[in-house]
């Protein structure tokens, strides 16, 4: 599938800005079933400059410097790509006990390995707890494969937690969420990863765009129009496994992802600090529109 | 109080005792001290150190504390007797802590570098990747080779047999060194025969070294260096300021800098100046809000971006907490084997990181012998002593380590040696802790000769500065050649001339301009109050009103006195609301608040202002505190006395201060402010004063300091058209409004990037201050009553020009601070996380 995506982020502030450092993670990720296309990034007001960075996992950065007085800054990324299926199916079967993923995961220095294990800890936003466990051992029984508990895990989530975007912001912590059983896209990965985390896994977050039109006979996912987030899981051999615990699905060729990193503070598409503006808004459109089959 | 030294109890017993192996005879290197401190005797060293202390609580020396429910700026407490280190255990520890220093760079070289550490198993994943200090956007960053430390500082204890351990490593941005200054500054003063005998090695040879290592790391030249603050709460503030100034770096806080095309620029009054080289007192995470910790507001957004594109040097560079860990320490003799190919000289304390399951399961073990504590700092977890958990909790406390035992680390805890202080005429001993300091020079590496040492509070084994310790010189007792170079006595190097100096940075500026103004603000009201007190005890009723008129002169919007609409007030009340006027700190127009506010700016700007003004800063702090017996009678006397400080400092501001930047805002600042104040008053005489009120001029005068003036002209025939010619017009009086007005016009012109409007505004009201004649202006005369219906005309055109004025004044200042300041530390705001 080739997409076109537009993600235009409009900050409005109450008094002018004179300064305005910002740093977007916009830039789509190139992988084994997604190869970015082309990419732009329109700002304005211009910044006085505008500079791109890889990041410790691989992301594109862009760090830009707003100088002239605005009291409007929008950030229009656009991008096409081309996404291969990823289905399930290519899962492992059954795949390796979860116990013997985490047993062999400090051990492994290989380079994928290492790569891995970092994602096994604590992070800014996500602590490790025992009631994280407790739940995620629902899932995860005694010798249980990795992939067919991971499902399991994703499922309840989606069973248990209700979409709700009043009841959370981006500073919620899981702790709150998991108490709740409310939240977006973003609480419910970060849910997922915790529990993952706090039986000794590794599990990322992953950023990205989710299609915005259905297809015929199937129903429409939540967290189009606006940026997705979901969770991926080291399983050694076969890599990182996707999956979305806000639709209950293996992410396929409907997903887009932009960055990945140990929670959304690593990963969060466009933040920054501006010098005056007080009060400010912000919205945030969201358009993936298929325009081919790649 | 008698003393008798040599019966000072000598304790030997579970603990190293620094200075007596048995308890009876000081130890070799500690006899010359012994001696003389016996020759001097305790009547006359009592008296030095009460000198002593004297000036720390003068020189404004100072350690905030947290948890102090007095407040912050607590004394810095010194003892007066130095820790004594031989020659040859100098050579010991010297050589243990250098080798430390290069390992610890090469590890943080290699773990934000190529990880070989961690590939090759040399270094446990776990313990970088659990590490919240492991800052993972430096990594890869470039830095100038073996320059990760620039200065790190290693915390040593001696154990009973007398051998030395590490206890910690402070690789950020080690504090202290300052204080060790300071602390060798006093010492050397009280004793300093036996200082000059003894064979000191010097503390001024380090810092040269480190200025020449900024200096070199920033490429050489003529660099911009600053010495980044958290700011005057942060509890080491007075040492950033002891350092900026003694090292000549310019002290700043993050909201002073500012990020533009990838490089970090300085915001002065000049404009924006590029900073080469930032020594850094903020913790890593905390020194840019756009990379690292977002909700920080003490660093400075886009730095991270800036040290990547190389246009900037951090000292020590951003990330060196990562190895503050003691979860590091078991793996120090592995490391320095396979980093150096050299044993490690200087061993830790014994230390378990229980990240590793044998270690873990020793630690669990034996709990009772050791301390748990958490392996990184950041969690918030007060250190547990294994042995006092409760027997049915011990299991608890091993689940909850079990779930995420990398977050441990279990230490023995070590007997610490113990040293003699001064308390109350006797030596006791008390445990140490000594602080060495370790300067990567570039070109090598230099220990801090001797280093802070932290003493316990009481008996007992808890040395800690924030827990409110004392600390003690160390003296390096040498036996070769000392180097005596000081720093303001530089060597034969060739010197390059300037004359110009670097740029103010805006928020100094700032400070300044509000330190001349709040200085002339209580000179005013000590004036006025001071004038108005003995007439107030000899006032009858029809006095009354023209001391309410000086009052009004004050402009007091937290003024007590009932409205004067209403009905007059009374004396009794008059003499309350002057009692609060100059001691209620609460009301921010009172003398004791506006003392507040120059001890406050002042204190921002310490590091800009000579020895002796800071002296006068913290004296006129405390100048109008009365403490015994009749406040009110006592004020006057006080008064006088606050006042005469606030004529030092004036006379220090005009002769001592160089006519830089600085000097021209704190001049503005003072003849803004008097200008203010005396437009008001002017504008009581203006305002026809009837005739019971005419002793105000009396009053005026005398706030004015123009009495005799006023007598040698006019004998003593009070008219109010003389006093307006002696206040208003006479460009001769230093106190005229003439004279201000003609002087903020001069000041101006000098201003960097001129500010052309108010500077016309300027001249413009001069000239209409001078078209004003006052030969022709009639005044109301005590029997004309029916003054008023006359129209006179020019009387009130010069009322209307002074309310004008009264309106322009404080707009200049407005536009002065938006012009200069208002981008000095305004704090940016976080959107989008």
Not at chain 1, 18 to 37: A, D, E, I, W
Not at chain 1, 109 to 133: K, N, T, V
Not at chain 2, 94 to 116: H, M, T
């Amino acid at each position: 599938m080739i997409y076109k995506i537009v993600h235009r982020s409009t900050y409005k502030y109450k008094y002018p800005v004179s300064v305005g450092n910002h740093v977007t993670c916009l830039k789509p990720r190139s992988s084994m079933h997604q190869k970015l296309v082309q990419m732009e990034l329109d700002i304005q007001p211009p910044p006085a400059m505008s500079t791109e960075r890889v990041d410790f996992f691989g992301n594109r950065l862009n760090f830009f410097t707003v100088q002239e007085l605005h009291k409007e800054l929008v950030v229009e990324a656009r991008s096409e790509v081309v996404l291969r299926e990823q289905h399930a199916t290519l899962w492992p079967k059954p795949g390796p006990a979860w116990e013997e993923v985490a047993r062999a995961l400090p051990w492994d220095h290989s380079h994928a390995g290492l790569d891995a294990y970092q994602f096994a800890f604590e992070s800014p936003r996500i602590r490790i707890r025992q009631e994280f466990a407790a739940y995620a051992l629902e899932s995860f029984t005694p010798l249980r494969p990795l992939p067919e508990a991971l499902l399991d895990l994703t499922k309840r989530i989606n069973r248990d937690f209700h979409f709700d975007s009043k009841v959370t912001n981006v500073r919620t912590p899981p702790e709150e969420v998991f108490r709740k059983r409310r939240g977006v896209c973003q609480d419910f990965a970060h849910v997922q990863i915790a529990c993952l985390r706090s039986i000794n896994l590794a599990a990322r977050y992953v950023s990205g765009y989710l299609r915005t039109f259905q297809r015929p006979g199937q129903p429409r996912l939540i967290g189009a129009d606006a940026s997705h987030a979901w969770v991926s899981v080291y399983c050694p051999e076969s890599g990182w496994l996707d999956v979305d615990p806000t639709n209950d699905v293996v992410p396929s060729d409907g997903h887009v992802t932009l960055a990945w990193g140990r929670d959304y503070g690593d990963v969060s598409p466009l933040h920054g600090l501006a010098l005056g503006g007080g009060a400010h808004t912000l919205k945030v459109a969201v358009d993936m529109e298929p325009i081919g089959v790649g | 109080m008698s003393v008798d030294l040599d019966q000072t109890p000598l304790r030997y017993g579970a603990t190293y005792d620094e200075l007596s192996a048995d308890g009876v005879n000081p130890r070799e290197h500690w006899t010359h001290l012994m001696e003389s401190l016996r020759a001097i005797g305790p009547e006359e060293l009592s008296r030095r150190w009460n000198r002593a202390e004297r000036r720390i609580r003068e020189n404004g020396i100072t350690y905030n504390i947290y948890s102090d429910p007095l407040g912050a700026n607590r004394p810095w407490r010194i003892d007066l007797v130095p820790l004594l280190i031989s020659p040859d255990e100098w050579r010991f520890i010297e050589q243990g802590i250098i080798q430390r220093a290069q390992l610890l760079n090469v590890i943080l070289e290699d773990l934000y570098g190529l990880q070989e550490l961690v590939t090759n198993g040399h270094f446990p994943a776990a313990l970088l990747y659990a590490n919240p200090a492991f800052l993972r956007p430096l990594v890869g960053v470039k830095v100038p080779p073996q320059s990760y430390l620039h200065m790190l500082a290693i915390d040593l204890a001696r154990s009973p047999d007398g051998q030395w351990w590490v206890l910690a490593d402070r690789t950020q941005a080690p504090a202290g060194s300052g204080y060790a200054l300071e602390n060798r500054t006093i010492v050397s003063d009280v004793l300093p025969d036996l200082f000059r005998t003894s064979n000191v090695l010097r503390l001024a040879p380090f810092f040269r070294a480190q200025r020449e290592a900024l200096i070199q790391l920033a490429g050489g030249g003529n660099p911009r260096i600053v010495l980044l603050t958290p700011g005057p709460h942060n509890e080491t503030y007075f040492e950033h300021s002891y350092i900026a100034r003694y090292l000549g770096f310019t002290l700043v806080e993050g909201a002073d800098l500012t990020v533009r095309d990838r490089a970090v620029f300085l915001k002065t009054v000049d404009g924006l100046e590029k900073v080469d080289v930032i020594l850094r007192r903020v913790d890593d995470s905390f020194c840019d809000p756009l990379e690292l910790r977002s909700e920080s507001l003490l660093g400075v957004p886009g730095l991270v971006d800036a040290v990547a594109a190389g246009n900037v040097k951090v000292a020590n560079a951003l990330g060196s907490g990562l190895i503050e860990t003691a979860a590091l320490m078991p793996f120090l003799p592995g490391l320095s084997r396979h980093l150096l190919d050299e044993e490690l000289k200087l061993p830790s304390v014994a230390t378990w990181w229980c990240g590793q399951t044998p270690a873990l399961d020793w630690v669990l073990n034996h709990l009772d012998s050791v301390v748990v504590k958490p392996a990184f700092p950041t969690r918030g977890m007060e250190p547990v002593f294994g042995a006092e958990i409760p027997q049915a909790e011990k299991s608890k406390f091993a689940e909850q380590m079990r779930t995420r035992p990398y977050e441990y680390v279990a230490q023995e805890q070590i007997a610490l040696s113990t040293a003699p202080v001064w308390e109350n005429g006797h030596l006791i001993p008390r445990s140490v802790v000594l602080r060495t300091y370790v300067l990567n020079t570039g070109n090598g590496w230099i220990a801090l000769p001797g280093g802070l040492t932290r003493v316990a509070e009481s008996e007992g084994p808890i040395v800690s500065m924030q827990r409110g310790g004392h600390s003690k010189d160390a003296w390096v007792l040498w036996d070769g050649p000392v180097d005596t170079f000081s720093m303001l006595r530089p060597r034969s190097e060739p010197v390059e001339l300037h004359r110009v100096a670097p740029a103010v940075p805006s928020s100094v500026a700032d400070n300044v301009f509000w330190l001349g103004r709040y200085v002339e603000r209580a000179e005013n009201i000590a004036r006025i109050v001071r004038s108005l007190i003995p007439r107030v005890r000899r006032a009858d009723e029809a006095e009354l009103g023209c001391l309410i008129r000086m009052h009004n002169c004050l402009e007091s919007r937290h003024s007590k006195l009932p409205k004067v609409k209403k009905r007059q007030p009374t004396l009794r009340e008059l003499e309350q609301e002057l009692v609060s006027v100059v001691s209620n700190v609460k009301r921010p127009d009172s003398l004791a608040a506006t003392l507040a506010e120059v001890s406050r700016v002042g204190g921002n700007v310490r590091e800009r202002l000579s020895a002796d003004m800071n002296y006068l800063i913290s004296q006129l702090r405390d100048s109008i505190q009365v403490e015994h017996g009749n406040q009110f009678l006592e004020y006057p006397a006080t008064l006088t006395r606050c006042l005469e400080l606030l004529s030092a400092f004036s006379g220090m501001e005009r002769e001592n201060i160089n006519r830089g930047s600085g000097w021209l805002f704190m001049s503005i600042g003072r003849r803004l402010e008097r200008a203010i104040y005396l437009t008001r008053q002017l504008r009581e005489v203006t305002t026809p004063l009837c005739e019971q009120d005419w002793s105000f001029l009396e009053c005026l005068l005398e706030v004015a300091d123009s009495s005799v003036s006023y007598r040698t002209r006019y004998f003593t025939t009070l008219q109010p058209l003389a006093v307006l010619d002696l206040l208003m017009a006479d460009e001769m009086n230093p106190r005229s409004l003439d004279f201000q007005l003609r002087h903020l016009a001069d000041l101006y012109r000098k201003l960097p990037r001129h500010m052309d409007d108010d500077l016309r505004a300027m001249q413009d009201a001069v000239a209409r201050l001078g078209s004003f004649d006052l030969r022709t202006i009639e005044y109301p005369m005590p029997g004309s009553a029916a003054g008023e219906a006359h129209g006179f005309d020019g009387l009130s055109r010069l009322e209307k020009f002074l309310r004008e004025l009264e309106y322009l004044l404080p707009s200049w200042s407005n536009n002065l601070s938006s012009r200069y300041f208002s981008h000095a530390r305004t704090l940016p705001i976080t959107v989008g996380q």
